[in-house]
T-cell receptor, first 114, second 114 residues
Framework: DAKTTQPNSMESNEEEPVHLPCNHSTISGTDYIHWYRQLPSQGPEYVIHGLTSNVNNRMASLAIAEDRKSSTLILHRATLRDAAVYYCILRDLGSGGSNYKLTFGKGTLLTVNP | SAVISQKPSRDICQRGTSLTIQCQVDSQVTMMFWYRQQPGQSLTLIATANQGSEATYESGFVIDKFPISRPNLTFSTLTVSNMSPEDSSIYLC???????????FGQGTRLTVV
C-alpha cells in the first residue's frame, strides 16, 4: 500500500472544527483513502472513506484534493470524545485478496481541550 | 456491520507459557485478521485467517510462535506461544470489508508477560 504522512499530534478546543491533514503523494488511481480512529483503550473504528469526491457522513467529512495527493478529515465540532489517534490509510482496489488488509501508520494524536 | 467479541480482555502471564485469544464474530465472514499493537505503537498485521486453509503470516511472524485456528466462519483463535516480556502487547482481531467498505475491530486483548 502507498504511504501516508500525518502530523504526529494536533490540538483542538471543544466545539471547534478540526482539520486533520494527510499527505499521500504516491497515491495510485485505484487507492481508496480510509480514515480510522482509535479511542483510548479501544480497537480502531471506521470514520470515513473516499476515492475521488468529497464525502460526508454523520461522524465527519473527507475533503480530497483535486490531484488526490492529499486529503483532510474534518470534524465539524470537536467533542471530548473525539480525542483519539486518527489514522489515514490507503487501500488498493487492485491488490486482490490483500485488499482486505489495513496498513497502519503512526497516525495523528488529537487532543481536545475543554 | 459486525460485532466482534474477544476473550480474554486482558491477562498477565508468566514467561515461557502460552495464551490463546478467542475472537467471535456475530456474522459469517471470509477473512479474519490478527493485529499486534506494542506499547505506544501503531497496529501491525500478524496474519490473515481463512476458514478451511492455513493462515497467511506477514513478514516477521511465524506459525510456531503465533498459531492460528479458524474452525468456522465466525470464530478464530490466536495463540501466543512460549511468551517473553517482548510479547507484551495488545492483540486485536478484525474482520474486513473490501477496499470500498469498512473494517471492524474487537476491543483487543491486553497481554502482559512477566
Amino acid at each position: 500500500d502507498a504511504k501516508t504522512t500525518q502530523p504526529n499530534s494536533m490540538e483542538s478546543n471543544e466545539e471547534e472544527p478540526v482539520h486533520l491533514p494527510c499527505n499521500h503523494s504516491t497515491i495510485s488511481g485505484t487507492d481508496y483513502i480510509h480514515w480510522y480512529r482509535q479511542l483510548p483503550s479501544q480497537g480502531p473504528e471506521y470514520v470515513i472513506h473516499g476515492l475521488t469526491s468529497n464525502v460526508n457522513n454523520r461522524m465527519a467529512s473527507l475533503a480530497i484534493a483535486e490531484d488526490r495527493k492529499s486529503s483532510t478529515l474534518i470534524l465539524h465540532r470537536a467533542t471530548l470524545r473525539d480525542a483519539a489517534v486518527y489514522y489515514c490509510i490507503l487501500r488498493d482496489l487492485g491488490s486482490g485478496g490483500s485488499n482486505y488488509k489495513l496498513t497502519f501508520g503512526k497516525g495523528t494524536l488529537l487532543t481536545v481541550n475543554p | 456491520s459486525a460485532v466482534i467479541s474477544q476473550k480474554p480482555s486482558r491477562d498477565i502471564c508468566q514467561r515461557g507459557t502460552s495464551l490463546t485469544i478467542q475472537c467471535q464474530v456475530d456474522s459469517q465472514v471470509t477473512m479474519m485478521f490478527w493485529y499486534r499493537q506494542q506499547p505506544g505503537q501503531s497496529l501491525t498485521l500478524i496474519a490473515t485467517a481463512n476458514q478451511g486453509s492455513e493462515a497467511t503470516y506477514e513478514s516477521g511472524f511465524v506459525i510456531d510462535k503465533f498459531p492460528i485456528s479458524r474452525p468456522n466462519l465466525t470464530f478464530s483463535t490466536l495463540t501466543v506461544s512460549n511468551m517473553s516480556p517482548e510479547d507484551s502487547s495488545i492483540y486485536l482481531c478484525s474482520v474486513g470489508g473490501t477496499v470500498g467498505t469498512e473494517a471492524f475491530f474487537g476491543q483487543g486483548t491486553r497481554l502482559t508477560v512477566v
